[in-house]
């Protein structure tokens, strides 16, 4: 669903943090999740909510390694 709301609403920040959001919930790519965080950013610079996801999932990132 999330991913429908990206593509019918692709201008949306909180469309791509909610995508971002649900990836790293279910634990299924956090890679494709920053990119959807990046993505709200580059919509909305100073979107918070995805300035404070970002963060966490590059932190989550880095633990992996």
């Keep these: 669903h999330y991913r429908s709301a990206v593509a019918i609403a ?3 920040p909180t469309m791509h943090n909610n995508l971002g959001a ?3 919930l279910r634990r299924e790519d ?8 990046r993505e709200a950013l580059k ?3 100073n ?3 995805a ?3 970002l963060k ?3 932190q989550m990132l880095q633990d992996k390694k």
């Design 30 to 37: 956090t890679e494709s999740a920053i990119q959807s965080f």
């Design 51 to 53: 300035q404070v996801s």
């Design 56 to 58: 966490a999932a590059l």
């Design 10 to 12: 692709p201008n949306d």
């Design 22 to 24: 649900f990836l790293i």
């Design 47 to 49: 979107y918070t909510n």
């Design 43 to 45: 919509i909305d610079p």
